[in-house]
């Protein structure tokens, strides 16, 4: 028996095997198959043999299989936020995470910020220029080396250099650089000016510096 399908994945946290197939484009009978033999996990619902997919998973398995991401995000972006103070990251979890234009992950470190890079594959990168690990331009300059990559804005947040050494950060290829503390009607704006998307009305507040 086949199961329904809705054409809403925008914000869907759960998907039958049916909207699964028209997410990656493939047959449901596919999609059944990739269940049972494991390649996509999920669970089944309790009393039938219905299979239901998380949202997360069925990410995974296309970034797996090379399907594009269109239809399951909608209008959303990716934004990875790479900073090691946890107030910061807080601060951008509850900012953009709580935005529906947005899907957002978070890392403190360059080799998570490397991992995150490649599986997440965000469409703007946060990224702080003093990292525990590597600095920050170190990973700017990985990201524009690889042509898959290259697409990605970063925009460096830092309170420890000059405005030479920003000059210098986006002569070497970064898209913006923010001064902490930073504005956060200016790190809006300047997110929404990068992804060329329309400012948010009636937005998260009146501005903060942190």
Do not use: W
Request: hydrophobic fraction near 35%; aromatic fraction near 6%.
């Amino acid at each position: 028996m086949a199961e329904s399908a809705s054409t809403d994945f925008g914000r869907k946290k759960i998907f039958t095997t049916g909207e699964a197939a028209q997410v990656c484009k493939v047959s449901q009978q596919t999609i059944i198959r990739c269940f049972d033999s494991g390649r996509l996990t999920g669970f089944r619902v309790p009393g039938s043999k219905f299979r239901r997919i998380p949202r997360e998973e069925l990410i995974r398995f296309m970034n797996t299989n090379d399907i594009p991401l269109d239809l399951i995000e909608g209008g959303t972006r990716r934004i990875l936020c790479v900073d090691d103070d946890p107030q910061i990251i807080e601060l951008f979890e509850d900012l953009l995470g709580g935005d529906s234009r947005f899907i957002v992950e978070t890392c403190g470190t360059g080799y998570d910020a490397g991992l995150l890079t490649a599986s997440f594959k965000p469409h703007l990168m946060l990224l702080d220029y003093k990292l525990p690990d590597i600095n920050g331009n170190e990973v700017c300059k990985r990201i524009r080396s690889t042509d898959e990559l290259s697409n990605i804005k970063v925009v460096f947040i830092s309170g420890v250099i000059d405005r030479e050494e920003a000059d210098q950060l986006i002569g070497a290829g970064a898209d913006a650089f923010l001064k902490k503390p930073f504005d956060i009607d200016e790190l809006m704006s300047t997110i929404e000016s990068k992804l060329n998307i329309d400012a948010q009305t009636g937005g998260n507040g009146s501005a903060r510096n942190i």
